[in-house]
């Protein structure tokens, strides 16, 4: 995959294009559709979204127009060329938002599954971003037109704890925290199959899959490094609840690492954590960031900041009541 200068496209005068991607196809993707191929590909644009693309001409294999239904050939090559509309201003929109804690410096936030944190293709409204910028009338700016406030992000199925800065002060003393690692984060989730020892520690590089972008994988050369220690609160029949502690910030971290040690997340069908019976599914990522300690930015008072187990985990929970409990099961 290569990427190429950023050009324009006269069939469309309110876009531009950001840059041009590259897919030469090899035997192991020939007779895919080319919608279904690069949707595997990446996690940024749904497939909807691609399929428009491929319409408008935006996405073209060998140079030419295709349909969304056209079946890869061995040595195609695919170019995508990204439009984005040039200098749309982001949206405030009347979003209702779980506030946990609100000061004039950063404002945290109980997100809820399913939502996404900042605008981006194929997400352009609905977004954690939108509704901030509803309520907190001056974030506009604030770290950047595109992500105005964001010091750090949760995955679109992650549910939970998240902080916001209000203005840059906040926001570089935030991202100061994160980068030296004083920031304290605890997730919950629920992993398959049951663990031989009730903590552990992981400790791998993660990078991106070379064949599907949308992937991260563990132990990966040239990858980042990348921990977490990891403690089972209690062991069901077939999953276990875990307490998670991310020292690093990779992405899609937890999710690779509970995967790597053979116990993928419930719900969570990228990285292997499909249904546990025919009949029984979690229909996300059963994932949440349940705690997140910091330092104040202006007090420099150590601050506590937990959301609440998301409802579809607790009733997944409450239908399992029957889970032996484990040293580490006060949670």
């Known amino acids: 995959m290569t990427k190429e200068k950023p050009d324009s496209h006269d069939s469309n005068p309110e876009s531009i294009l950001l840059q041009t991607t590259e897919f030469n196809i090899s035997s192991e993707n020939t007779g895919t559709r080319i919608d279904q191929f690069l949707t595997s590909q990446q996690t940024e644009v749904s497939r909807s979204q691609l399929k428009k693309w491929i319409e408008q001409e935006y996405i073209t294999v060998n140079e030419l127009p295709v349909s969304p239904s056209y079946k890869l050939r061995l040595e195609d090559r695919v170019l995508i060329h990204t439009p984005e509309v040039a200098h749309s201003p982001l949206q405030p929109e009347d979003i209702a938002l779980n506030i946990l804690y609100e000061d004039s410096e950063i404002v945290v936030v109980n997100k809820p599954a399913g939502m996404v944190v900042h605008p981006a293709v194929g997400h352009s409204s609905g977004t954690l971003v939108n509704a901030l910028l509803h309520r907190c009338k001056d974030l506009t700016g604030i770290g950047g037109v595109e992500r105005p406030g964001i010091v750090h992000r949760l995955d679109k199925d992650t549910s939970g704890v998240i902080v916001v800065a209000k203005n840059e ?142 409802p579809d985990i607790q009733d997944f929970l409450n239908r399992h009541n029957q889970g032996t409990p484990l040293p580490n099961s006060r949670e």
């Open 169 to 310: 002060l906040a926001l570089n003393h935030l991202a100061a925290q994160f980068k030296d690692r004083t920031i304290k984060k605890t997730y919950l989730a629920l992993a398959k199959g049951r663990f031989k020892e009730y903590e552990g520690y992981i400790n791998t590089t993660i990078g991106r899959h070379k064949r599907n972008r949308k992937k991260m994988v563990a132990d990966e050369a040239g990858g980042r490094p990348s921990e977490t220690s990891w403690q089972v609160i209690h062991q069901y029949d077939r999953f276990a609840y875990v307490r998670l502690f991310p020292r690093t910030g990779r992405t899609h971290q937890i999710r690779v690492h509970l995967s790597s040690i053979n116990h993928p997340i419930l719900g969570d069908d990228l990285y292997g954590g499909k249904a546990l019976t025919h009949t029984e599914k979690f229909l996300r990522c059963a994932l949440h960031a349940r705690r997140l300690e910091l330092k104040h930015p202006t007090t420099g008072k150590q601050m506590r900041f937990e959301a609440p187990l998301a």
